[in-house]
């Protein structure tokens, strides 16, 4: 029996800009479901970051807030301060955007316990500005700032966000989740709804990390990219709950 996707309100018509095979727009969908299925469509707002996920404001039908690149998490935390605990707030990050020229914002929010979600996008590239080598690059994998592959003597080695996160105090909830399955993609919307749901319970920052696909500076197929995620990427970022308080 084939799949019928309900429509959902929290998402606008607007064309995609993604490249084909990106999961950008799965992960786009998943949010809006959760926040849609939870109630808070009419309370929530977003936080668009710099690189592929700019046109967020685009597509999801909420308030959405532009950050500079790699302040998304210091926007967020404005937004949630101001407007208190009932409203619902999400940012929405890249890799290059979070890990890179945002790490500090994102690990002093985690460390101060901001009530608030992150959506973690890392498809281990920089993907709007051309492919160069992000901090969760792979080790070999080419960039365009590293042509024969990452070599962790020069370029040093992937950073591991939930592993880091995870040792903070003030976060609640962190898993790593990969869109490069049907099975994974559900287990991403657990763990979407788990995150919001620790929100609305006033438990502290929740984070959800996504590996995704970046067929276009990858230079492969959306099948191939699919294959990557499942078969290269997971070896060197796991799967699974990294930390979670009852």
């Known amino acids: 029996m084939a799949t019928v996707f309900k429509k959902t309100s929290m998402l606008t018509d607007a064309p995609s800009h993604y490249?084909?095979?990106?999961?950008?727009?799965?992960?786009h969908r998943?949010?809006?479901?959760?926040?849609?299925?939870?109630?808070?469509?009419?309370?929530?707002?977003?936080?668009?970051?710099?690189?592929?996920?700019?046109?967020?404001?685009?597509?999801?039908?909420?308030?959405m807030q532009q950050a500079a690149h790699g302040r998304a998490p210091a926007v967020a935390t404005g937004i949630k301060r101001v407007l208190g605990e009932d409203t619902l707030v999400f940012a929405y990050q890249g890799d290059g955007d979070l890990a890179s020229i945002g790490l500090a914002e994102i690990v002093h929010s985690a460390a101060?316990?901001?009530?608030?979600t992150v959506i973690f996008i890392n498809n281990a590239i920089y993907g709007m500005t051309g492919g160069q080598m992000a901090p969760t690059t792979l080790l070999g994998?080419?960039?365009?700032?590293?042509?024969?592959?990452?070599?962790?003597?020069?370029?040093?080695?992937?950073?591991?966000?939930c592993e880091m996160l995870s040792t903070l105090d003030g976060v609640a909830?962190?898993?790593?989740?990969?869109l490069g399955s049907v099975g994974g993609i559900r287990k991403a919307k657990r763990a979407l709804t788990k995150a919001f749901k620790y929100q609305i319970e006033k438990k502290g920052f929740t984070l959800v990390e996504m590996l995704s696909t970046c067929p276009t500076n990858w230079r492969m197929t959306p099948k191939q990219a699919m294959d990557y995620v499942n078969e290269e990427m997971q070896k060197i970022y796991p799967p699974g709950v990294f930390k979670e308080v009852k």
């Not at 101060?112 to 608030?116: A, K, P, W």
């Not at 909830?173 to 990969?178: G, I, K, L, S, W």
């Open 173 to 178: 909830y962190v898993e790593r989740v990969a």
């Open 19 to 27: 490249c084909p095979g990106c999961t950008h727009g799965v992960a």
């Open 141 to 161: 994998q080419k960039a365009t700032t590293c042509q024969a592959g990452r070599d962790p003597k020069v370029n040093g080695n992937p950073i591991k966000i």
């Open 112 to 116: 101060r316990g901001e009530n608030f």
């Open 30 to 63: 998943l949010t809006a479901e959760v926040i849609e299925e939870l109630g808070y469509k009419e309370n929530v707002v977003g936080v668009a970051p710099v690189g592929c996920a700019v046109f967020a404001y685009n597509y999801f039908n909420c308030d």
